[in-house]
Antibody, heavy 122, light 108 residues
Framework: EVQLVESGGGLVQPGGSLRLSCVAS????????MSWVRQAPGKGLEWVSG????????SYADSVKGLFVISRDTSKNTLFLQMNSLRVQDTAVYYC???????????????WGQGTPVTVFS | EIVLTQAPATLSAFPGESVTLSCRAS??????LAWYQQKPGQAPRLLIY???ARATGFPPRFSGSGSGTDFTLTIRGLQSEDFAVYYC??????????FGQGTKVEIK
């Protein structure tokens, strides 16, 4: 069964950092691109970042460029999102999602993890 | 950046009714459009991809159509488990991969 399980969310003050993890099972991260998508409280979905199946190509939304870093550990089949200089507006549930293909971008997302909440408060 | 506009924001319907949700793109996305269903406290779940292909696990009462800039999601004979928020997503122009703001289907 294909499954994604996120962890690492929590409470943090503005300017702080968090590292989110997403453990994938039932498939290899070498075979699919992966993305992080977030959802602010009561709001819609916003794509945040993605990484190709090769791990060589990464991309970021303008809203997080230079602040967040996506990476992976294929030996642990785990995806990461390092979030630095966090702002109140980064408060959201963060989902990892598998893209439809190995190539990054131009894909739908399936499946999604259950999400991990991040709250940035002053 | 492509903007997706979903209408209506909220749709109230009785169980058993058929409803149509709209997603309009600010420029053509071909057939590169997906729909997701999200229930309260749950992650989104892929429902439709390539504008009209139904994802695994969803019954035939769900159907998607459209191309270019205008897309629709139709649910025929609403069941209690269908009351949720539905989002469209375009993946024709990237980055970013945008989503619409969602349509909430609620019980009348």
């Amino acid at each position: 069964e294909v499954q994604l399980v996120e962890s690492g969310g929590g409470l943090v003050q503005p300017g702080g950092s968090l590292r989110l993890s997403c453990v994938a099972s039932g498939f290899s991260l070498n075979s699919y691109a992966m993305s992080w998508v977030r959802q602010a409280p009561g709001k819609g979905l916003e794509w945040v970042s993605g990484i190709s199946g090769s791990g060589e190509i990464t991309s970021y939304a303008d809203s997080v460029k230079g602040l967040f870093v996506i990476s992976r550990d294929t030996s642990k089949n785990t995806l990461f999102l390092q979030m630095n200089s966090l702002r109140v507006q980064d408060t959201a549930v963060y989902y990892c999602a598998r893209e439809a293909r190995w190539e990054l971008g131009y894909n739908w997302f399936d499946p999604w993890g259950q999400g991990t909440p991040v709250t940035v408060f002053s | 950046e492509i903007v997706l506009t979903q209408a209506p924001a909220t749709l109230s319907a009785f169980p058993g009714e058929s409803v149509t949700l709209s997603c309009r793109a600010s420029q053509s996305v071909g057939s590169d459009l997906a729909w997701y269903q999200q229930k309260p406290g749950q992650a989104p779940r892929l429902l439709i991809y390539a504008a009209a292909a139904r994802a695994t696990g969803f019954p035939p009462r769900f159907s998607g159509s459209g191309s270019g800039t205008d897309f629709t999601l139709t649910i025929r004979g609403l069941q209690s488990e269908d009351f949720a928020v539905y989002y469209c997503q375009q993946y024709n122009k990237w980055p970013p991969s945008n989503f619409g703001q969602g349509t909430k289907v609620e019980i009348k």
